[in-house]
């Protein structure tokens, strides 16, 4: 038994082991003719059609980032548009690391002329993509989370 990292999370484990103790990877695995046939027919078709969706959620979260932020009459309604714009960058930022994670193209993520959502875009593709549900589902909610702290940050 001889001690391998792992290639999804750079994580040591035996490499007798059936899967990564720190994220969950089984490692690996060869496959046959049936499965490069339901990653043609099935899967191929599915992600494309995804693929579209999440396109469509990308432009209309550039819209609402987009919209400025309006000077108010009081600090609390100040803070609370701030707040809701953060929001909104959160989410395009939720929709390009959905992308990314998906295997996306980096020129095909809609940014319009707005710099900051450029600049999300780009950061979100700094970032590793995963294979395995587990670490895609996290590392879209940590990117979304980091967004809006940073934004919030920024704000106050």
Do not use: F
């Amino acid at each position: 038994m001889a001690i391998i990292i792992c290639k999804e999370c750079n994580g040591k484990l035996s490499s007798s082991a059936k899967a990564c103790p720190h994220c969950g990877s089984k490692g690996n695995r060869k496959v046959g003719l049936v499965g490069w046939l339901a990653v043609l027919l099935i899967v191929l078709p599915g992600a494309w059609g995804i693929g579209k969706a999440i396109n469509a959620d990308q432009e209309s979260s550039i819209a609402r980032a987009s919209e400025p932020v309006k000077p108010s009459d009081t600090e609390d309604r100040g803070s609370t548009t701030a707040k809701e714009s953060c929001r909104n960058i959160s989410e395009y930022a939720k929709q390009v690391m959905i992308g990314r994670q998906g295997g996306m193209l980096l020129s095909e993520m809609p940014t319009g002329d707005n710099s900051l959502l450029e600049m999300v875009m780009i950061r979100a593709y700094d970032q590793p993509r995963y294979s395995t549900e587990a670490m895609v589902k996290r590392a879209i909610v940590d990117y979304q989370n980091q967004i809006y702290l940073e934004c919030i940050k920024e704000a106050s």
